[in-house]
T-cell receptor, first 112, second 114 residues
Framework: DGGITQSPKYLFRKEGQNVTLSCEQNLNHDAMYWYRQDPGQGLRLIYYSQIVNDFQKGDIAEGYSVSREKKESFPLTVTSAQKNPTAFYLCASSIRGGERAFFGQGTRLTVV | KQEVTQIPAALSVPEGENLVLNCSFT??????LQWFRQDPGKGLTSLLL?????REQTSGRLNASLDKSSGRSTLYIAASQPGDSATYLC?????????????FGGGTRLMVKP
């Protein structure tokens, strides 16, 4: 089955902790993206990567970090510097050049 | 900066109605326009993608149109069913030589009543 897998589905973070969200795809897509969705709002771009070992900041990158060591994996770390991390996080991928975007099922992060 | 607006924010219709969801964007230099469906607590499912050179795309009961000159796209749903209840998001893509960057609207929450 081809697709994008995000884990975990739910994640709880204590104040001051760093947490890492996993995103894996087996679609052989070059491009991968992380979005954040707040209640009743559209998606905002956090980071994106077009090729292995390269990534760019999106509109709201502060307090987040990523890596792209393998084509199929694009993990997102929410650091303690992110002051309002509670949100729904979505990972996506697409073939480079603007083809259809495919999304994972999301990770809901809550600060406790 | 590109802005994408969806109106209405919420819509409730009886089953069987044909309906139109609207999406407007401020910069006509788009690469493509995508429509997505999102069920509560789930990820996005791609419905239709219209390239900038195209005017419309159809899939089953769904038809999406694109008018770049007016900065508008519409999603037409024919003979709506309760299973169509979801949030519908549009996103326009711009090719900035680093891939297709999507800007999303806030979505239209649709409820189809039996």
């Amino acid at each position: 089955d081809g697709g994008i897998t995000q884990s975990p589905k739910y994640l709880f973070r204590k104040e001051g902790q760093n947490v890492t969200l996993s995103c894996e795809q087996n679609l052989n897509h070059d491009a991968m993206y992380w979005y954040r969705q707040d209640p009743g709002q559209g998606l905002r771009l956090i980071y994106y990567s077009q090729i292995v070992n390269d990534f760019q900041k999106g509109d709201i990158a502060e307090g987040y970090s990523v890596s792209r060591e393998k084509k199929e994996s694009f993990p997102l770390t929410v650091t303690s510097a992110q002051k309002n991390p509670t949100a729904f996080y979505l990972c996506a991928s697409s073939i480079r050049g603007g083809e259809r975007a495919f999304f994972g099922q999301g990770t809901r992060l809550t600060v406790v | 900066k590109q802005e994408v607006t969806q109106i209405p924010a919420a819509l409730s219709v009886p089953e069987g109605e044909n309906l139109v969801l609207n999406c407007s964007f401020t910069d006509s230099a788009i690469y493509n326009l995508q429509w997505f469906r999102q069920d509560p607590g789930k990820g996005l499912t791609s419905l239709l993608l219209i390239q900038s050179s195209q005017r419309e795309q159809t899939s089953g009961r769904l038809n999406a149109s694109l008018d770049k000159s007016s900065g508008r796209s519409t999603l037409y749903i024919a003979a709506s069913q309760p299973g169509d209840s979801a949030t519908y998001l549009c996103a326009d893509g711009k090719d900035n030589n680093a891939g297709n960057m999507l800007t999303f609207g806030g979505g239209t929450r649709l409820m189809v009543k039996p």
